[in-house]
Nanobody
Framework: QVQLVESGGGLVQAGGSLRLSCAAS????????MAWYRQAPGMQRDLVAR???????NYADSVKGRFTISRDNAKNTVYLQMNSLKPEDTAIYYC???????????????WGQGTQVTVSS
């Protein structure tokens, strides 16, 4: 099993910055894509940014130029640096990974428990 533990959320004023971290632990063989999603109240969960095993990245249009995703494979950790935050960035941010627990096992998706980010105007 793979456990994802997020940290770094909180309350910040518009224009401020936060850095989210997500560490993967447990028993796993390989980790592929790592990503951040977010979900605002009454809304669906949407992709914010993702980073592949080869460090290729993708961003939602709404965060391009403001957010940066990165990963440390030695620590099995993914980060999300969020700058120039806006009130519309307020949401619960969820960490995601695509991993397999053994050489012959199937790839599966795993989610963290979420961390709240609130941006005040």
């Amino acid at each position: 099993q793979v456990q994802l533990v997020e940290s770094g959320g909180g309350l910040v004023q518009a224009g401020g910055s936060l850095r989210l971290s997500c560490a993967a632990s447990g028993r796993f063989f390989s980790i592929s894509t790592m990503a951040w999603y977010r979900q605002a109240p009454g809304m669906q969960r949407d992709l914010v940014a993702r980073v592949g095993s080869g460090d290729s990245t993708n961003y939602a249009d709404s965060v391009k130029g403001r957010f940066t995703i990165s990963r440390d494979n030695a620590k099995n950790t993914v980060y999300l640096q969020m700058n120039s935050l806006k009130p519309e960035d307020t949401a619960i941010y969820y960490c995601y990974t695509y991993a397999k627990t053994g050489y012959t096992s199937s790839w599966s998706t795993y989610w963290g428990q979420g961390t709240q980010v609130t941006v005040s105007s």
